[in-house]
């Protein structure tokens, strides 16, 4: 692994932009083969959202519907909504490509940017938002130290994120394309983490 990509962060290292990736052993269902993408990380804790779990069938369609907002004919409105996390999950955040902003927008290391407005919803509807985004109701956070902790119990594994994994292909099929950024299989994991 790079330093980038070490995963005892300990030394003060952000895992902002970062990929985690849910090990065998996360003892938590929520985030069974779950890969995490880590929108701000500091001393005082953490938040991302899963990339890779739909909010039990809601389609971008059912959201506007909710939101009374009416999406130009051209706008394919099939697109899956994402099941970002556990907290606050009638709230929803639009992670996307720097293509798009405004001053509402959070810029996440490694050309990313979060906006939580319904403004960006409406100009995805009409055409004029982001080239890339994915829409995630909820999100995961961890108060301070706790991530860390998790890591050093073999909870996460972290690498580089890619921005076509975020944003493109099967969602079943992301924890082991994930993995394989990093060069496991995931057949070769264990639940147990060790000491050296």
Same mark, same amino acid.
């Given at each position: 692994?790079?330093?980038?990509?070490?995963?005892?962060? #300990?030394?003060?290292?952000?895992?902002?932009?970062?990929?985690?990736?849910?090990?065998?052993? %996360?003892?938590?269902?929520?985030?069974?083969?779950?890969?995490?993408?880590?929108?701000?990380?500091?001393d005082e804790g953490a938040m991302g959202?899963?990339?890779?779990?739909?909010?039990?069938?809601?389609?971008?369609?059912?959201?506007?519907?909710?939101?009374?907002?009416?999406?130009?004919?051209?706008?394919?409105?099939? #697109?899956?909504?994402?099941?970002?996390?556990?907290?606050?999950?009638?709230?929803?955040?639009?992670?996307?490509?720097?293509?798009?902003?405004?001053?509402?927008?959070?810029?996440?290391?490694?050309?990313?940017?979060?906006? #939580?407005?319904?403004?960006?919803?409406?100009? %995805?509807?009409? #055409?004029?938002?982001?080239?890339?985004?994915?829409?995630?109701?909820?999100?995961?956070? @961890?108060?301070?130290?706790?991530?860390?902790?998790?890591?050093?119990?073999?909870? @996460?594994?972290?690498?580089?994120?890619?921005?076509?994994?975020?944003?493109?292909?099967?969602?079943?099929?992301? @924890?082991?394309?994930?993995?394989?950024?990093?060069?496991?299989?995931?057949?070769?994991?264990?639940?147990?983490?060790?000491?050296?």
């Open positions: 692994m790079t330093a980038r990509e070490e995963t005892d962060t #300990g030394d003060g290292k952000s895992l902002e932009g970062q990929f985690l990736i849910a090990m065998p052993g %996360i003892g938590d269902p929520r985030f069974h083969r779950s890969v995490i993408f880590v929108c701000a990380h500091s959202l899963i990339v890779n779990r739909g909010a039990d069938g809601l389609a971008f369609s059912d959201l506007l519907k909710q939101l009374e907002i009416e999406p130009d004919p051209s706008v394919d409105g099939s #697109g899956p909504i994402r099941f970002g996390g556990p907290v606050e999950t009638n709230r929803g955040f639009v992670l996307h490509s720097t293509d798009y902003g405004d001053d509402a927008a959070l810029e996440i290391e490694g050309g990313f940017r979060l906006t #939580g407005t319904v403004d960006i919803l409406r100009d %995805i509807a009409g #055409g004029r938002g982001p080239a890339s985004h994915l829409i995630a109701l909820g999100y995961t956070g @961890w108060a301070a130290g706790q991530l860390e902790q998790e890591i050093q119990q073999n909870g @996460w594994l972290a690498c580089d994120a890619e921005a076509a994994l975020i944003f493109d292909g099967d969602d079943d099929a992301k @924890w082991v394309q994930a993995l394989s950024t990093l060069g496991i299989s995931p057949e070769l994991l264990s639940a147990e983490g060790g000491t050296a």
